[in-house]
């Protein structure tokens, strides 16, 4: 499972122009399915603090001169995550923890910097190995939309792939890409799905077996122990008083799509049809429109 990097300001204190002073800079991995309370501990451990002792409140500023907003359940807990992601004032860190090449890495670090050079210092001591997709070792799941690729085989396992005046190296053998996607995903990127289909591979023969469906069953043959009745469970009293509210959802007016809409580009895209003129009979405008002089018909 993916995790977000969070940088945790903390010992300070807002000013009157609503701009938090005078703070300590630390940061902590969090899942992205983490709880409140999962997330309150995270935190609570990691500047050793004791809830039976202290108060712990966790406020969320989105710019500067912005009032902030307490976090208080699980619903604002995964607005902050996703507000993180779109913000484009608080995305640095994110950018930074997807970039695949160390040249991208390197200058979203570097725009990191202009925001509080202490950060870069913290991270070297985490390490760039534990959150950053660049540096890890592991492989980690994304998408990748596949534009007109031109392949150009240099030998039966080695191929280059043209889009437009970009270029990457795609071994099939090796089952690496230059864009880093390949390997590290374990699926085949853009560039290799095109190379796969001009050799005449299945590209799902080059995924990864943990994402197969037999990895899937095997992942869920353990047993699963039932929860019994609500009025059995033993819930701590510092639990019971937090409210978990339903996400708000909006059901759209008309019926819903079956099929998403295609690309121009694609195969069986629907195609716009241009509107003709019966007066002059030329395209892209109709009769009422048209400022031609009509077409004489002999």
């Not at 969070?6 to 010992?11: N, P, T």
């Not at 240099?154 to 437009?164: K, Y």
């Not at 937090?242 to 121009?264: F, I, N």
Request: net charge positive.
């Amino acid at each position: 499972m993916d995790n977000i990097a969070v940088i945790v300001q903390h010992g300070g204190q807002w000013n009157e122009n609503q701009n938090y002073i005078s703070f300590k800079v630390c940061g902590l991995l969090i899942p992205i399915n983490c709880t409140y309370n999962n997330f309150l501990g995270l935190i609570v451990n990691e500047l050793m603090l004791s809830l039976e002792s202290s108060t712990t409140k966790i406020e969320y500023q989105v710019k500067n001169s912005y009032p902030p907003f307490d976090i208080a359940n699980d619903c604002q807990l995964m607005f902050y995550i996703e507000l993180k992601k779109k913000e484009l004032d608080f995305i640095r860190y994110p950018l930074s923890e997807n970039a695949y090449t160390v040249k991208k890495f390197e200058y979203h670090m570097r725009e990191l910097d202009k925001v509080d050079s202490r950060i870069r210092t913290f991270l070297e001591e985490v390490g760039y190995d534990k959150w950053a997709r660049v540096h890890s070792p592991n492989n980690r799941g994304t998408d990748f939309s596949i534009h007109m690729l031109w392949v150009h085989p240099t030998n039966d396992v080695l191929f280059e792939v043209r889009n437009g005046d970009r270029k990457a190296i795609v071994d099939i053998g090796l089952r690496t890409c230059t864009c880093n996607r390949f390997q590290l995903d374990q699926l085949p990127c853009g560039h290799a799905i095109v190379v796969l289909q001009k050799a005449n591979h299945d590209p799902y023969d080059c995924c990864s077996p943990y994402f197969t469906k037999e990895a899937m069953i095997h992942a869920y043959e353990e047993t699963v122990f039932p929860v019994g009745h609500e009025d059995t469970w033993v819930v701590p009293e510092n639990f019971k008083s937090v409210a978990l509210y339903p996400p708000q959802g909006r059901v759209r007016v008309g019926r819903p799509k079956k099929r998403r809409c295609k690309a121009s580009w694609e195969i069986n895209a629907k195609q716009r049809e241009q509107v003709k003129c019966r007066s002059c009979n030329l395209y892209g405008h109709n009769r009422r429109t048209c400022r031609n002089p009509p077409l004489r018909v002999a």
